[in-house]
């Protein structure tokens, strides 16, 4: 290995790559013609695999076919953390751009040595490097003599946003077919040579103690391997998964189960988050430079109730033990995370461990993926080396894995004697939202809190501010207010295990400030476009507002029964800028009809998947507005099936209508959680365009919109 790794403070250079500054752990070269990228960011259904591709193709300038692409893995894949946050073409696609780069400078280098012309008189085309009097060479040609086995260094310059040929176009989606046509993509569909099913008992009461387990129904049970036994972890081996699942319902039978712990009042959860134990933290804070004549102060509150990720398919994983060492299978988000909380719980070297990423059907954040892999890690102990899956149920999933955080959120506005803003405050209560694996000194995975020598349960914690927030995320003001507050008491209980669900905070906290904001323009008499147009100097934040109201013929003339709202947002205040303005229908129900959206990512990679990503945004985001919320009692989670929770149909998807603005010149972000936000305000906007009803607690039901009927009459 050659070069010095560059100080990660260099400016511009990408954090990924200043972390991992090896070009063969990024790029490799094949004499075959082939050229294999592999990331730490693991694909999703976010359409990553196909713009790192389409970046990696245009750097090196060759055709996208040659392009292959790796899955995530401990074995020796760049560590990249997790995949989350909107961050995989920012921090990735950074990095395979500018490794790419200077790969390229590397081979042109090492062709013009070898042709005898300077590098400036030398192109490249679909990997064939020529020059004049058609002298020619290849990357594959000089493959064999070429090292990336080196660390990246400061110097090479990716080419302009005019340079590129296929960043800023759409390109086929390299992982579709597969999903298409039926072909096993997903962890779900891929079994392994000898593999066994596994199945963990889990009692639906909170917290929940085994006080007596009869396992002599789950023995006699046809092609049973194993019964595990390790405090209350509690889990069956088969040789089939008919066997597995008829164990499985042996055990329960024979199970006793004791619980001392009880859940607060569903219905009261806005008031009781804000009288529990918590930890105070000052987010922003500004002062005005002069001190205007505060007239009066509005103050609103606003909540949102605990949200399920809901992912399709259930948590799925595989394992085999060799001897000390073991192999885990997994749609974790972060397969170097994983590792280092297996190894905590096993008592093991992380080299012991290897941790491969293999794709899941459906993640929305830290669902129970990470779960899973220990369960089939422990269950794989009783398998004699061979491979075990382990799949959660539906019940499982809806009541085992961690929840988006309930958040009850007040904001006062002062206001002057002409009713302008002279003052702002913002103050959240919650849980923290997250509680990722391998951020801790303990574990924070569901079966290390079960066994005869438990872990503590990790209690929700919030990303600082800096790298985007947690709970806190987009409570900041992109306004111009002249003066500001904003805190955050974060729960130092949790009786409902939460962690990291798409946006974090954010679809909370836009929720409240563009639902206060539009109430704050109304009354006014202001046109709500109008009025955050004259509270942003940011131009790009006015651009995107502009577009979706030029795009949209704001306002549509009134129609009986139909009403428009608008919705705005720079998500965490650093990545895309979105503007919705939604159309809905209803009275006692609901129904959106149209959300017209205008979305600014820097450069668009792949404009397709911009689109892509932001109607699976804002569909999502329509479900949670409309639908979703975690039921429970005193001792349960009770909405653990589809029809306990329900979502979106498709016969209820609005027609979602996405412009992505041109920006080639400026950085590119990501998409996937721009939308959540200004679609959850907008809808909301919208209804008290139809109604004249204010919702304040999160989701619009009928129940909400009868009760707010009768307040109000």
């Given at each position: 290995?050659?070069?010095?790794?560059?100080?990660?403070?260099?400016?511009?250079?990408?954090?990924?790559?200043?972390?991992?500054?090896?070009?063969?752990?990024?790029?490799?070269?094949?004499?075959?013609?082939?050229?294999?990228?592999s990331?730490?960011?693991?694909e999703?259904?976010?359409?990553?695999?196909?713009?790192?591709?389409?970046?990696?193709?245009?750097?090196?300038?060759?055709?996208i076919?040659?392009?292959?692409?790796?899955?995530?893995?401990?074995?020796?894949?760049?560590?990249?953390?997790?995949?989350?946050?909107?961050?995989?073409?920012?921090?990735?696609?950074?990095?395979?751009?500018q490794?790419?780069?200077?790969?390229?400078?590397?081979?042109?280098?090492?062709?013009?040595?070898?042709?005898?012309?300077?590098?400036?008189?030398?192109?490249?085309?679909?990997?064939?490097?020529?020059?004049?009097?058609?002298?020619?060479?290849?990357?594959?040609?000089?493959?064999?003599?070429?090292?990336?086995?080196?660390?990246?260094?400061?110097?090479?310059?990716?080419?302009?946003?005019?340079?590129?040929?296929?960043?800023?176009?759409?390109?086929?989606?390299?992982?579709?077919?597969?999903?298409?046509?039926?072909?096993?993509?997903?962890?779900?569909?891929?079994?392994?040579?000898?593999?066994?099913?596994?199945?963990?008992?889990?009692?639906?009461?909170?917290g929940?103690?085994l006080?007596?387990?009869?396992?002599?129904g789950?023995?006699?049970?046809?092609?049973?391997?194993?019964?595990?036994?390790?405090?209350n972890?509690?889990?069956?081996?088969?040789e089939?998964e008919?066997?597995?699942?008829?164990?499985?319902?042996a055990?329960?039978?024979?199970?006793?189960?004791?619980?001392?712990?009880?859940?607060?009042?569903?219905?009261?959860?806005?008031?009781?988050?804000?009288?529990?134990?918590?930890?105070?933290?000052?987010?922003?804070?500004?002062?005005?430079?002069?001190?205007?004549?505060?007239?009066?102060?509005?103050?609103?509150?606003y909540?949102?109730?605990?949200?399920?990720?809901?992912?399709?398919?259930?948590?799925?994983?595989?394992?085999?033990?060799?001897?000390?060492?073991?192999r885990?299978?997994?749609?974790?988000?972060?397969?170097?995370?994983?590792?280092?909380?297996?190894?905590?719980?096993?008592?093991?070297?992380?080299?012991n461990?290897t941790?491969?990423?293999?794709?899941?059907?459906?993640?929305?954040?830290?669902?129970?993926?990470?779960?899973?892999?220990?369960?089939?890690?422990?269950?794989?102990?009783?398998?004699?080396?061979?491979?075990?899956?382990?799949?959660?149920?539906?019940?499982?999933?809806?009541?085992?894995?961690?929840f988006?955080?309930?958040?009850?959120?007040?904001?006062?506005?002062?206001?002057?004697?002409?009713?302008?803003?002279?003052?702002?405050?913002?103050?959240?209560?919650?849980?923290?939202?997250?509680?990722?694996?391998?951020?801790?000194?303990?574990?924070?995975?569901?079966a290390?809190?079960?066994?005869?020598?438990?872990?503590?349960?990790a209690?929700?914690?919030?990303?600082?501010?800096?790298?985007?927030?947690?709970?806190?995320?987009n409570?900041?003001?992109?306004?111009?207010?002249?003066?500001?507050?904003?805190?955050?008491?974060?729960?130092t209980?949790?009786?409902?295990?939460?962690?990291?669900?798409?946006?974090?905070?954010?679809?909370?906290n836009?929720?409240?400030?563009?639902?206060?904001?539009d109430?704050?323009?109304?009354?006014?008499?202001?046109?709500?476009?109008?009025?955050?147009?004259r509270?942003?100097?940011?131009?790009?934040?006015?651009?995107?507002?502009?577009?979706?109201?030029?795009?949209?013929?704001?306002?549509?003339?009134?129609?009986?029964?139909?009403?428009?709202?608008?919705?705005f947002?720079r998500?965490?205040?650093?990545?895309?800028y979105?503007?919705?303005?939604?159309?809905?229908e209803?009275?006692?129900?609901?129904s959106?009809?149209?959300?017209?959206?205008?979305?600014?990512?820097g450069?668009?990679?792949?404009?397709?998947?911009?689109?892509?990503?932001?109607?699976?945004?804002?569909?999502?985001?329509?479900?949670?507005?409309?639908?979703?919320?975690?039921?429970?009692?005193?001792?349960r989670?009770?909405?653990?099936?589809?029809?306990?929770?329900?979502?979106?149909?498709?016969?209820?998807?609005?027609?979602?209508?996405?412009?992505?603005?041109?920006?080639?010149?400026?950085?590119?972000?990501?998409?996937?959680?721009?939308?959540?936000?200004?679609v959850?305000?907008?809808?909301?906007?919208?209804v008290?365009?139809?109604?004249?009803?204010?919702?304040?607690?999160?989701?619009?039901?009928?129940?909400?919109?009868?009760?707010?009927?009768?307040?109000?009459?």
């Open positions: 290995m050659t070069g010095t790794a560059p100080s990660p403070s260099a400016p511009k250079w990408p954090v990924s790559l200043a972390a991992n500054p090896n070009l063969s752990s990024w790029i490799r070269i094949s004499p075959d013609g082939q050229v294999t990228v990331p730490g960011k693991v999703i259904g976010q359409g990553i695999v196909t713009a790192l591709a389409q970046i990696a193709a245009d750097e090196l300038d060759i055709d076919a040659r392009v292959q692409m790796v899955r995530a893995s401990t074995a020796g894949s760049p560590n990249e953390g997790v995949t989350s946050g909107s961050l995989s073409v920012q921090q990735s696609g950074r990095a395979i751009r490794a790419c780069a200077e790969i390229r400078q590397i081979f042109l280098n090492v062709a013009a040595d070898r042709l005898g012309v300077r590098t400036e008189l030398l192109d490249i085309s679909d990997g064939t490097i020529s020059g004049p009097g058609n002298i020619s060479t290849s990357y594959w040609e000089l493959a064999s003599e070429v090292s990336l086995d080196r660390h990246a260094t400061p110097g090479a310059v990716p080419k302009s946003s005019a340079q590129r040929t296929l960043a800023g176009n759409s390109v086929q989606r390299l992982d579709l077919p597969d999903k298409i046509f039926a072909r096993a993509r997903f962890i779900h569909d891929s079994p392994l040579p000898g593999m066994l099913h596994g199945r963990v008992l889990r009692s639906e009461l909170s929940a103690t006080v007596e387990l009869k396992e002599d789950a023995r006699k049970v046809a092609g049973l391997v194993a019964i595990v036994r390790d405090g972890f509690v889990g069956v081996v088969s089939t008919a066997g597995a699942e008829a164990a499985l319902g055990l329960r039978k024979g199970a006793t189960w004791s619980s001392r712990e009880t859940l607060p009042d569903e219905d009261g959860m806005a008031e009781w988050l804000k009288v529990q134990p918590a930890e105070l933290a000052v987010i922003a804070s500004k002062t005005a430079s002069s001190t205007p004549e505060k007239m009066r102060t509005i103050r609103r509150q909540a949102r109730p605990y949200i399920a990720h809901g992912s399709i398919a259930p948590s799925c994983a595989m394992a085999q033990w060799t001897g000390d060492r073991v885990v299978w997994t749609h974790s988000q972060g397969v170097y995370l994983l590792r280092a909380d297996l190894a905590l719980v096993l008592e093991l070297p992380v080299e461990i941790v491969e990423h293999m794709e899941g059907a459906g993640c929305y954040g830290h669902n129970a993926a990470d779960d899973v892999a220990l369960d089939a890690v422990l269950l794989a102990r009783a398998a004699g080396g061979r491979p075990v899956r382990v799949q959660w149920s539906r019940a499982d999933e809806m009541s085992h894995a961690p988006g955080a309930a958040m009850t959120i007040e904001i006062e506005a002062d206001l002057d004697a002409d009713g302008e803003i002279v003052g702002w405050r913002h103050s959240i209560w919650g849980n923290g939202h997250t509680a990722r694996p391998g951020r801790a000194d303990q574990p924070a995975l569901l290390a809190t079960e066994l005869a020598r438990p872990f503590p349960r209690i929700a914690t919030n990303p600082p501010q800096a790298n985007g927030g947690g709970a806190d995320r409570s900041v003001p992109l306004y111009d207010f002249p003066s500001w507050q904003i805190e955050c008491h974060r729960l209980i949790m009786p409902i295990r939460t962690s990291a669900l798409r946006t974090l905070g954010a679809q909370g836009v929720f409240a400030i563009e639902s206060f904001l109430e704050l323009a109304t009354e006014r008499g202001e046109d709500p476009v109008d009025f955050r147009l509270h942003l100097s940011d131009q790009r934040a006015q651009d995107v507002i502009r577009a979706v109201a030029r795009r949209a013929s704001w306002k549509p003339a009134q129609r009986d029964g139909f009403g428009y709202g608008l919705g947002a998500y965490k205040n650093t990545g895309a979105c503007a919705v303005i939604a159309e809905v209803g009275a006692e129900d609901i959106v009809k149209r959300l017209t959206i205008a979305v600014d990512v450069e668009a990679i792949n404009p397709d998947g911009v689109i892509n990503q932001i109607e699976g945004g804002a569909i999502q985001a329509t479900s949670w507005v409309l639908k979703e919320r975690v039921r429970f009692d005193s001792q989670i009770t909405s653990n099936s589809w029809t306990e929770y329900p979502i979106l149909r498709f016969n209820e998807v609005p027609e979602v209508q996405v412009e992505v603005m041109s920006r080639p010149e400026m950085e590119p972000v990501g998409a996937g959680e721009a939308a959540h936000g200004p959850t305000a907008a809808i909301a906007n919208a008290f365009d139809v109604l004249g009803l204010r919702i304040r607690n999160l989701p619009i039901t009928r129940e909400r919109l009868i009760a707010a009927m009768e307040l109000s009459s």
